[in-house]
């Protein structure tokens, strides 16, 4: 039975890749549209699943650990003071804070001024945070931000600006009327910090860090109205959060929108939601490339079906079973389906190489991507190959043969 069984589904087999072969071009066309259709499925999945690791780990890396704090403050109290922050210090599993103070100034050095600066105030614990920002040079320390240093870092820009072709080093430069060394060059990533590369975006003049505490009493700022909470385990960010809540609202008498909290893991969270979303929308409109494809199939074989009524007709009235015919002709179904799913795979992974190439991101090759578009393609064989394998396999022998 075994042997009979095995026989019969190499002989189907056969024929079908004979049938199939007889009528290349029109096979090529059909198995065209699946090949589109795949491609699609499969670039759009790699791609996106490289595009969605690549932002996953700058926004991990930005906000693994962080609570960034917005406080606008009331009518009465405009920001946090000094001793808020160190109420919010001394919270449980609370590392560090970084507070953040922003100003746009124009900048002289000896021999140049650049408009449009954006200048930057933050502490020590902003560079313990970001241990890759700083390119060359030193950071800035607590000695700086307590004795309110005159000392400033510079991006690329901004050195390219003020001091194109020397090392900025050690030379001065005039932010407002008053004199800062610099003491260090931000890297030309300058921060995973995607906030601050945001802000800096704003600005064509570049941007210079200074400690918090010189530039609060260089711009008169008294209060601070952003700052950002470093949690000593992420285990413990709901805690802090809550505890950190608590605190805003004693300081702020408990009013409605007096600060806001963001919870950047939260937001890795979100953008992963989000880009999974996009992920699924894309692939359903892949997937009308192979509903069409598909469609092409049921269209040949029905044609196919309606060409060989007269084979049909004389292997029935020499024995043929119903379910032989119609095994033959959904195996062409699938062949045909799963060869261009296959095509399909290579096309697509080759295009998502060379797209990864192309926009710096990095290339896995995915098994779940590649499971899709095969079975899809398969699926698509049998469901689209079934209805006129079925027609095949119920037509009448003498109605077949009365062509003969």
Not at 5 to 20: C, D, F, G, V, Y
Not at 158 to 183: C, H, S, T, W
Not at 232 to 245: I, M, R, W
């Amino acid at each position: 039975m075994i042997k009979k069984t095995l026989s019969l589904w190499k002989e189907s087999l056969r024929m079908s890749l004979a049938n199939i072969w007889s009528s290349k071009m029109r096979s090529f066309l059909t198995v065209l549209g699946i090949v589109i259709g795949v491609t699609a499925i499969i670039a759009l999945v790699t791609i996106m699943q490289s595009a969605t690791s690549k932002v996953t780990q700058q926004f991990t890396a930005m906000g693994t650990g962080r609570l960034v704090v917005n406080a606008s403050g009331t009518a009465l109290k405009t920001g946090l003071t000094l001793d808020d922050l160190e109420t919010i210090k001394s919270i449980q599993n609370v590392e560090g804070v970084s507070p953040s103070v922003s100003t746009t100034a124009t900048v002289k050095s000896d021999n140049d001024w650049v408009k449009d600066v954006t200048i930057d105030g933050y502490n020590e614990m902003y560079f313990k945070r970001n241990a890759k920002l700083v390119d060359r040079g030193r950071e800035l320390s607590s000695l700086d931000v307590d004795s309110k240093n005159r000392v400033a870092l510079i991006d690329v820009t901004a050195q390219k600006q003020l001091f194109y072709g020397k090392d900025p080093i050690g030379q001065k430069v005039y932010i407002r009327g008053n004199e800062f060394m610099v003491i260090g060059v931000l890297s030309e990533a300058d921060s995973s910090d995607v906030l601050a590369q945001a802000q800096d975006s704003t600005t064509d003049g570049g941007r210079i860090i200074v400690p918090y505490s010189t530039l609060m009493t260089l711009t008169g700022v008294r209060n601070i109205s952003s700052l950002s909470v470093y949690v000593t385990d992420t285990a413990y960010t709901k805690q802090v959060e809550a505890d950190l809540e608590s605190v805003l609202k004693a300081a702020f008498n408990y009013k409605d929108n007096s600060y806001r909290i963001i919870n950047m893991e939260s937001l890795v969270s979100t953008m992963d939601t989000m880009l999974s979303m996009m992920t699924m929308l894309l692939v359903g409109i892949a997937s009308i490339a192979l509903l069409v494809g598909g469609i092409g199939i049921m269209n040949m074989m029905l044609v196919t079906v309606s060409e060989r009524t007269t084979e049909i007709g004389l292997r029935k009235a020499l024995g043929a079973e119903p379910g032989q015919i119609q095994l033959q002709f959904l195996i062409e179904s699938i062949i045909l389906s799963i060869s261009g799913g296959i095509i399909g795979v290579i096309f697509g992974l080759t295009l998502s190489y060379i797209f990864s190439i192309i926009a710096s991101l990095g290339f896995a090759i995915s098994g779940s991507a590649i499971a899709l578009g095969v079975g899809f393609s398969a699926a698509v064989g049998i469901v689209f190959g079934w209805a006129p394998a079925r027609k095949a396999s119920t037509l009448n022998p003498i109605d077949a043969l009365r062509s003969v």
